[in-house]
């Protein structure tokens, strides 16, 4: 078994391949338990009201977990890794027409013309835009529309994403920034030089994050 002490002594790229691994070994039984939950609901379509709540719950659950997985790996990709401009009107356009595509999610973007690159993580910025959104969809249970503006402030860019949520406000604050060593969404944000900051007004809930621009 690997020590705290072993942990903290691992090259950052083992500490990524070791979570890489124990991420890919949780991930398969909780696909096996995913796809009992959309069985169950096909087989007890009839069921009582409380039955089918309960299948739903279970693949929201499975969902989060994925998430949370997916949000450790950015944290332990953010670490050290130095900036590069990125594009993020062209990411969030592309991630924004995907979901539209696949999912039949409703996605309003609202992005200034003529913004400079961002400075993000080298090779991090579309997974974080998708990691972004992905929370809303899966963490927040989010209702269309999600919302994205992007537009320039100061020295940099405010990139806002925000909707009508089913989940908890206190929750997901508790999810997005919580106690060190902090979120992958975090991270991201920090080794960007930028801030994160929580919006919570009745059941809408919103991410507001600055980013420099990158320095040409």
Do not use: K
Not at 11 to 26: S, W
Not at 105 to 110: A, D, F, Q
Request: hydrophobic share 45%; net charge negative.
């Amino acid at each position: 078994m690997t020590t705290g002490l072993q942990r903290s002594a691992m090259p950052a790229a083992d500490q990524e391949q070791l979570l890489r691994h124990l991420a890919h070994e949780i991930r398969q039984p909780l696909s096996g338990i995913e796809s009992i939950a959309y069985y169950l609901d096909m087989v007890l379509g009839d069921a009582e009201p409380e039955v089918q709540q309960q299948c739903e719950r279970l693949r929201r659950m499975v969902q989060q977990a994925h998430w949370l997985l997916e949000d450790a790996s950015l944290a332990m990709r953010a670490a050290g890794q130095p900036a590069a401009p990125a594009g993020l009107t062209t990411i969030l356009t592309c991630i924004g027409g995907q979901l539209a595509l696949h999912e039949e999610r409703n996605i309003e973007l609202t992005l200034a013309p003529g913004l400079p690159p961002a400075n993000v993580p080298s090779g991090l910025a579309y997974s974080f835009c998708e990691h972004l959104l992905s929370f809303f969809r899966l963490v927040a249970q989010a209702q269309d529309p999600i919302q994205v503006e992007l537009v320039g402030e100061g020295q940099g860019m405010r990139l806002t994403v925000g909707a009508e949520v089913l989940a908890d406000a206190d929750e997901l604050e508790r999810v997005v920034c919580p106690q060190q060593p902090g979120s992958g969404i975090g991270r991201v944000v920090e080794a960007a030089g930028g801030r994160l900051a929580t919006v919570a007004a009745g059941t809408r809930f919103s991410l507001s994050i600055f980013l420099p621009a990158a320095v040409e």
